[in-house]
């Protein structure tokens, strides 16, 4: 079974994700794997009901594109164990304003995933954008790529993980010590 890191952990990875084939056509509901399956949108929103019908809740995942539109699934978050979005290349950084969207505009919960082209570079940069769980590429090590999340100390910017710019956090430091 492969593994994942969630919650800055290695964790055995039940799911399994459901591509397009090479020509684009989805797969047949009926054909999909037993088990826990992450399906694209596109799927989801052409077999909704079939799909909610055949699975429970915690079987039932949802991967977005990089030109996904967050709002889409929105509506569906109670209805879904998880939402995974797909970075096709590492260099398409469009994934992590899909993240911030499906927290903080939608409101979203649950297990946030980032899979596909997944480096440990950019983990702590996931995490600061909401993400939670990485499915990292194949060829990385999993063990090397939890020092990521401990190699900076101190973020300068606002994000998802901490609202406040550094700025704001000394001055607030500042006032409590007066």
Known sequence: MTQIIKNRAIVEDSWT??????????????ALPAG????????WQAHRDALVASR?????GVWLEPDSEPA???ADFDRLALIA?????????R????????????????????????????LRFYERCGFDAYALR?????????????EFTVQYQGAFDEPSPLFRRRLAQQGAAA
Not at 56 to 60: A, G, I, P, Y
Request: aromatic content about 6%; cysteine-free; hydrophobic content about 45%.
């Open 95 to 122: 994934g992590y304003s899909t993240a911030r969207l499906l927290r903080e505009r939608h409101g979203y919960k649950g297990e946030l995933r980032a899979i596909g082209d997944v480096l440990r570079d950019q």
């Open 17 to 30: 994700v459901v591509r397009a084939a090479e020509d684009g056509a989805l797969p047949d509901v009926v």
């Open 56 to 60: 429970s809740k915690d079987e039932l």
């Open 85 to 93: 979005v797909d970075f096709p290349v590492f260099r398409d950084g």
């Open 138 to 150: 194949a060829d990385k090590d999993l063990h090397d790529a939890l020092k990521a999340f401990t």
């Open 72 to 74: 889409d699934i929105a």
């Open 36 to 43: 826990k399956v992450i399906v694209p949108l596109a799927l």
